[in-house]
């Protein structure tokens, strides 16, 4: 069965910096896109990024362009997004996914997470 | 970025139909998702390019897209399709997201 198990979630104060890891089990990490989605207290999904089955490709939101990135490392089947100078805005629960193919373009969301809190206040 | 416009709340009878509509400009041009978040849980696909359904999900749920509409159909809607509905379009240089409909189950 595919998995995906979010870590690194908490409180961090505005300014300040965040990684969330996503380890992933049940498929072949390498050969699929990956995504970054959030979804702030009581609000809907917002697409946060996209990063191809090889990396070479990333996407980011206007929102987190310049301050979020987002990497992947096939020998730990681990994804990873960096969060830089955190904004009040950022508070959300982050959700990675898998996409149904190795390319990001209009590839549906197959698989989800459980998701982890990311809490930004002073 | 691309707008997608979603209605907040859609309501219907056990057994009747519910449709869904995600509006965009030109939207029947672009590939068209649709996934279900029940409360308290991460989402799930239930249509994806614009009328495919990925295995495990019933045939009551459908999808069309045309023009400036994308629509997701729930026939014999049931008290346990109570969710709300996000549409997701790629636009050329990232995804987004529908605002969401909360399906309600009267």
């Known amino acids: 069965d595919v998995e995906l198990l979010e870590s690194g979630g908490g409180l961090g104060q505005p300014g300040e910096s965040l990684r969330l890891s996503c380890v992933v089990s049940g498929f072949i990490f390498s050969r699929y896109a990956m995504d970054w989605i959030r979804q702030a207290p009581g609000k809907g999904l917002e697409w946060v990024g996209s990063?191809?089955?090889?990396?070479?490709?990333?996407y980011y939101a206007d929102s987190v362009k310049g301050r979020f990135t987002m990497s992947r490392d096939s020998s730990k089947n681990t994804l990873y997004l960096q969060m830089r100078s955190l904004r009040a805005a950022d508070t959300a629960v982050y959700y990675c996914?898998?996409?149904?193919?190795?390319?990001?373009?209009?590839?549906?969301?197959?698989?989800w997470g459980q998701g982890t809190l990311v809490t930004v206040s002073s | 970025s691309y707008v997608l416009t979603q209605p907040p709340s859609v309501s219907v009878a056990p057994g009747q139909t519910a449709r869904v509509t995600c509006g965009g400009i030109n939207i029947g041009s672009r590939t068209v998702h649709w996934y279900q978040q029940k409360s308290a849980q991460a989402p799930v696909l239930v249509v994806y390019d614009d009328s495919d359904r990925p295995s495990g999900i019933p045939e009551r749920f459908s999808g069309s897209n045309s023009g400036n509409t994308a629509t997701l159909t729930i026939s014999r809607v049931e008290a346990g399709d109570e969710a709300d509905y996000y549409c997701?379009?790629?636009?050329?240089?990232?995804?987004?997201f529908g605002g969401g409909t909360k399906l309600t189950v009267l």
């Open positions: 990063i191809s089955g090889s990396g070479g490709s990333t």
């Open positions: 997701e379009v790629w636009h050329g240089s990232g995804y987004a």
């Open positions: 996914a898998k996409r149904q193919d190795f390319s990001v373009v209009a590839s549906p969301l197959d698989s």
